[in-house]
């Protein structure tokens, strides 16, 4: 299963649209107002179908979601480059908010399951995590090519490829092992929505779980749309910004290879990781130079860390049939304080310069990390 898993991971983030789909909505003639409510509407998009995603993974096939999610993905990217326009763009965006939906909390429940089942359940935080690190991989391979594509052949040649990319991973995802059989009760999503939220009323552990997971992963995701603006906001070249990202996710894969050995991090080692990249984000973004990328990068690999670990913590307090409903939970918040987050640095954004921003963003760690500390949202180990 973990072949699968790691090849998926690649396929799913070897987008070479990523880095340059800002570029076409510019290009198209779009104002940095309408682009911002396309974020907002993906956002949303998220938002909507989040959790009932998780309970119809619940109620069905998680495989078969994890399949069609990739080609409405790719369908998405090629209304962009087929018909560049507003309306496509929006309805794109839409397309790849539902895709994300889909593959959030169907993706965990199926390994963690299938590796429960074999006996291997402790192995799930050094699996996922490479997975995030071939996922992360592929990213930064994706922006080194997406030059050389698009200078050959346009937006239209990066789309080909992006589709491509897309079909290949759903392809992949038809070899996924799912020995839990859909259920055949009759009840449907909604009864398996209504159950898997049951059980996180009733079990306090679970409820703490749920919440650290968007406090540890929101901010820095966010966070992470403005990290060109920050790192031109150095002084560094614009043709030299995309080898700068390459940094910050060349730290966010080494914290995701790091979250094997750092499982058994009880509550002070989780409290001090995050107080620590809260620190060296803060200090990285307010040097304005660019030798403070290098300590945003170990910010963000830390982040990426204990994004991993909450998770880790989350599918260990979950029993019983709604995993990948509680997990879409987890995943709606994260969703709905992203949306607050991108607010608050619109709000910001206007009165103070990006690595003030920054900064600012590193207080609510500060905050998790005094909670978890003190036993009220990251109790104990992972484990």
Do not use: N
């Not at 895709?99 to 909390?105: H, V």
């Not at 409820?207 to 560094?236: C, I, K, Q, S």
């Not at 607050?340 to 206007?350: E, F, I, K, P």
């Amino acid at each position: 299963m973990t072949a699968t898993l790691y090849a998926y991971a690649f396929l799913d983030e070897f987008v070479l649209l990523y880095p340059v789909y800002a570029l076409l909505f510019a290009d198209t003639g779009l104002s940095v107002g309408q682009i911002s409510s396309l974020f907002v509407l993906w956002s949303l998009t998220g938002v909507l179908f989040e959790v009932p995603s998780g309970a119809w993974a619940d109620a069905v096939s998680r495989r078969l979601l994890l399949w069609l999610g990739p080609l409405l993905g790719g369908a998405g990217f090629a209304l962009w480059v087929l018909f560049p326009s507003y309306g496509a763009f929006a309805a794109g965006f839409v397309l790849w908010g539902i895709r994300g939906a889909l593959g959030s909390g169907a993706l965990e429940a199926l390994v963690y399951e299938e590796l429960e089942l074999l006996g291997a359940a402790d192995r799930y935080a050094r699996v996922m995590g490479r997975s995030h690190a071939v996922g992360q991989s592929a990213a930064m391979a994706a922006m080194g090519l997406a030059g050389p594509v698009f200078a050959a052949g346009g937006y239209r040649a990066v789309g080909a490829a992006s589709v491509l990319a897309c079909v290949l991973c759903a392809a992949i995802a038809t070899r996924f092992p799912e020995h839990r059989p859909p259920k055949g009760d009759g009840d449907g999503w909604a009864a398996t929505l209504r159950t898997g939220l049951a059980d996180a009323h009733r079990d306090r552990s679970v409820r703490g779980a749920l919440l650290l997971v968007p406090a540890v992963t929101a901010v820095w995701g966010a966070l992470d749309e403005y990290t060109p603006l920050l790192v031109r906001d150095t002084g560094v070249p614009e043709p030299a910004v995309p080898y700068w990202l390459m940094l910050i996710w060349a730290g966010v894969t080494a914290g995701s290879l790091l979250s094997g050995p750092a499982e058994r991090l009880g509550r002070a080692g989780f409290a001090a990781v995050l107080t620590a990249s809260a620190l060296a984000l803060a200090l990285g973004a307010l040097t304005e130079a660019p030798a403070g990328i290098a300590l945003v990068a170990l910010a963000f690999g830390g982040f990426q860390l204990a994004t991993v670990l909450a998770d880790v913590r989350l599918q260990h307090r979950i029993e019983g049939t709604g995993r990948a409903t509680l997990t879409s939970v987890a995943s709606l918040g994260t969703e709905v304080l992203t949306i607050a987050v991108y607010g608050a640095y619109g709000g910001l954004g206007s009165v103070f310069g990006h690595g003030t921003v920054f900064a600012l963003c590193a207080v609510p760690y500060l905050v998790t990390a005094a909670a978890v500390a003190r036993g009220r949202g990251g109790g104990g180990s992972t484990q």
